[in-house]
Structure formats: structure tokens, C-alpha cells
């Protein structure tokens, strides 16, 4: 049986509205800076064909290429993914929130904080099956931090030239304008939640 196949009907669901809305805010936001596709590119190390089928919901991009074109574009990685909203109180119901799945992989994030304006702060809850890897995100810049808690499972972060292993229970707080990656290295699935804090961005 495939990892698709395991998948209910309502997460596929939450990640084909998720596709389609990151298609559609990634063409808004880049029309919005004034940046053509060539210009993207450039920024963000993405080819200019695989900016196009994004942008067209031809082509669901992994969460490196997402992280790439979320720098790129001056916001957060859930804000490319959910849209904003102007409540002071919010509830997200699990078939609402925003979900992106790596097919290769079988890296699930799931976007479990609100998008409000003016606010940066993303809670996500990230799934890596036994053995997978989530490839290495790009530096953020200067002033954003990562925590991390990890809720089961074991999980190596390596973050610049530094490897640290995090078991269940432990919690990780990394400067992240170092390149880092996240591998599972246990033998039952490892669920971490992430927070990415840009509020000290300058």
C-alpha cells in the first residue's frame, strides 16, 4: 500500500485546497513585489519553469522549494499556505488546516497556526516516517528563530556544521539563519512541532 493510499479523504482534500491557494499566493505576492518569474528565479534558486507550474497548480512543490520561495518573498511559510484573517479568535478545524505533503518522502507539514496580520509567529506540526529526511531549508534571515519539540520518535537536526539527536520529550532552539535539515533516525515515525519566530527581523 502506498502513503497516498493511507491518507483519509479529508487531508487530500485539505491539500488540494492548500495547492491551490499556494499556487494562487505565490502569483499574487511575486505580481505584488513586481518580480517576474526570471526575477523569482534568481531570488530564490527555484527554476523559472517550476515557479510557472506552481504558479498554474501543476506541480505541488516540496517544502524545501515552498521555504525557498517563501525567503524569496520577504513572508512566512504559513502565510504562503493559509490566508490571512482579521479575527482575534480563531478556531481551525483539523480538516482546515492547511496540509503539504513531499510524495516522495512522505514529510507531511501541517499549518496549525492562524495567518493574522501583522504577526509572523508559524506553529507546525511536521510528520517524517522512519528513515526520511525533509532535504535542507535555506537560511532565513538574520533574527529568525526555530523551536522545536519533539513529540515522538527520534529526530537529528543539522543545523549549519552542527548535528544534535532530539528524543521525544526534548525541545531544540536554533538561530536560523544557518542552513538546517531534519531526518528521522528512529524506527517509528517522528512528530516534532516546529514555531519559526521572525519577530526580531530587522
Not at 53 to 81: D, H, N, Q
Request: some cysteine; proline content about 5%.
Amino acid at each position: 500500500m502506498s502513503v497516498r493510499e493511507t491518507v483519509a479523504p479529508a487531508q487530500i482534500a485539505a491539500e488540494a485546497d492548500s495547492q491551490i491557494h499556494v499556487s494562487e499566493e505565490i502569483r499574487r505576492r511575486r505580481r505584488a513585489l513586481n518580480l517576474s518569474l526570471e526575477a523569482l528565479a534568481a531570488r530564490s534558486g527555484v527554476s523559472r519553469s517550476m515557479i510557472s507550474k506552481i504558479e498554474r497548480a501543476e506541480a505541488v512543490p516540496s517544502t524545501i522549494v515552498l521555504s525557498r520561495l517563501a525567503e524569496a518573498l520577504g513572508v512566512t511559510f504559513s502565510r504562503l499556505m493559509a490566508p490571512a484573517t482579521d479575527l482575534e479568535v480563531l478556531l481551525i478545524p483539523a480538516r482546515r488546516q492547511p496540509v503539504l505533503r513531499d510524495e516522495e518522502s512522505g514529510f507531511l507539514r501541517r499549518c496549525l497556526s492562524p495567518v493574522l496580520p501583522g504577526r509572523g509567529i508559524d506553529l507546525v506540526l511536521n510528520t517524517l516516517p522512519p528513515g526520511a529526511g525533509t532535504g535542507e531549508f535555506t537560511a532565513h534571515r538574520r533574527g529568525v528563530s526555530e523551536y522545536i519539540y519533539v513529540l515522538r520518535g527520534r529526530l537529528r537536526a543539522v543545523i549549519g556544521t552542527r548535528t544534535v539527536i532530539a528524543e521525544a520529550g526534548d525541545s531544540l532552539y536554533f538561530e536560523a539563519d544557518a542552513g538546517h535539515a531534519f531526518s528521522n533516525v528512529g524506527t517509528e515515525i517522528c512528530e516534532y512541532i516546529l514555531v519559526i519566530d521572525p519577530s526580531r527581523v530587522r
